[in-house]
């Protein structure tokens, strides 16, 4: 439900907003490549939690900024702020959007910081290197 909400208040700004909803991987990968901002809600299924989902990788990895609904365990992977930016509430979303539509250089350099971090840290390689070294 809040998921909807905020992606009402997103429209009724005047903003565009793209759902890859019911995409392929393939075409999802390309709608967040083609999109300066990638968002990302971190609601469990249950609309009971939160929880870290592998969109805060991908986004990055396309390229495109990442504004994501705020978890505990983004911190542990990014620099928030710098690589990737969270909002808490509709209204912390609504600002942070209006800020990056007026700052397009702040995007340019949230993507460009996001994706040296995935590459450098969280690619799939590295994470099963790091993994395995953990169980030998």
């Known amino acids: 439900a809040d998921r909807v909400v905020y992606l009402d208040h997103l429209k ?3 903003f565009h907003v793209v759902s890859p909803e019911g995409s392929s991987f393939e075409d999802m990968i390309g709608i967040y490549s083609s999109s300066n901002v990638g968002l990302n809600f971190s609601r469990n299924s249950t609309g009971e939690g ?4 592998a969109r805060v990788f991908e986004v990055p990895a396309t390229g495109a900024a990442l504004l994501t609904e705020y978890t505990e365990e983004l911190e542990n992977c990014f620099d928030i702020g710098k690589e990737i930016l969270t909002f808490k509430t509709h209204h912390e979303l609504i600002d942070k959007v209006n800020f990056l539509s007026r700052k397009p250089g702040e995007v340019e350099k949230i993507s460009s910081r996001g994706f040296e971090r995935v590459k450098a840290d969280h690619d799939s390689k590295i994470r099963l290197r790091a993994l395995l070294e953990k169980i030998v």
């Open 12 to 14: 009724d700004g005047g």
């Open 50 to 53: 939160m929880q870290m989902k």
